[in-house]
């Protein structure tokens, strides 16, 4: 059974601080990974996706693999209130066809 | 506007009655998934297509059926062999297996 865990928080922080949201995955077929917004009530929306080892930057977003360790994060750097919403982290596995498993998703409350 | 359509955002069900909900895209995307989301939880994958006229179960595909007849059109039906059918209901596509996806804006069924 492939799993990707994510802690459900809620993880708070302070407006302008850094979120570190973290996701480990058990499945070393894994080759790619996603993380999603999801307001509540909302779809999920796509913010990053990262495929090699190392961080990937995206104005706020940077998203971090290792994948000796099975472990992949995502920061957000200058926390805004807007950013609270869950955030989903999913994993794709090339032996599996590429199916992707989401985790339960991590809480974030950013207050003012 | 390109996008996925799902209709209708909210549905309301006898016991005992299936139910079909809509997914619509005009992404020109091959793959199409079927996502359940129940509150506080993760997503969990009902039934994928690859491509027209093929269709794969996900992990809880019991008490539901699609149909892949057009490129742009991935129905689902929940039939009452669905013990607990009240969830949020999520449908993705992307251009292809395996790269990301992208969301709908979710059909919210009830049965009451």
């Known amino acids: 059974q492939k799993e990707v865990e994510q802690n459900s928080g809620p993880l708070s922080v302070p407006e302008g601080a850094i979120a570190s949201l973290n996701c480990t995955y058990s499945?070393?077929?894994?080759?790619?990974f996603f993380w999603y917004r999801q307001y509540s009530g909302k779809s999920p929306e796509l913010i990053m996706f990262i495929y090699s080892n190392g961080d990937k930057e995206d104005g706020r977003f940077t998203a971090q693999l290792n994948k000796a360790s099975q472990y992949v994060s995502l920061l957000i750097r200058d926390s805004q209130p807007s950013d609270s919403a869950t955030y989903l982290c999913?994993?794709?596995?090339?032996?599996?066809?590429?199916?992707?498993?989401f985790g339960g998703g991590t809480r974030l409350m950013v207050k003012p | 506007d390109g996008g996925i359509t799902q209709s209708p955002k909210y549905l309301f069900r006898k016991e005992g009655q299936n139910v079909t909900l809509s997914c619509e895209q005009n992404l020109n995307h091959d793959a199409m998934y079927w996502y359940r989301q129940d509150p506080g939880q993760g997503l969990r994958l009902i039934y994928y297509?690859?491509?027209?006229?093929?269709?794969q179960k996900g992990d809880i595909a019991e008490g539901y059926s699609v149909s892949r007849e057009k490129k742009e059109s991935f129905p689902l039906t929940v039939t009452s062999a669905q013990k607990n059918p009240t969830a949020f209901y999520l449908c993705?596509?992307?251009?292809?297996?395996?790269?990301?996806?992208?969301f709908g804006q979710g059909t919210r069924l009830t049965v009451v």
């Open positions: 499945d070393r077929g894994s080759q790619s």
């Open positions: 297509s690859q491509i027209v006229n093929d269709f």
């Open positions: 993705a596509s992307s251009i292809k297996w395996g790269t990301e996806a992208f």
């Open positions: 999913a994993g794709g596995d090339n032996n599996a066809g590429n199916m992707l498993t």
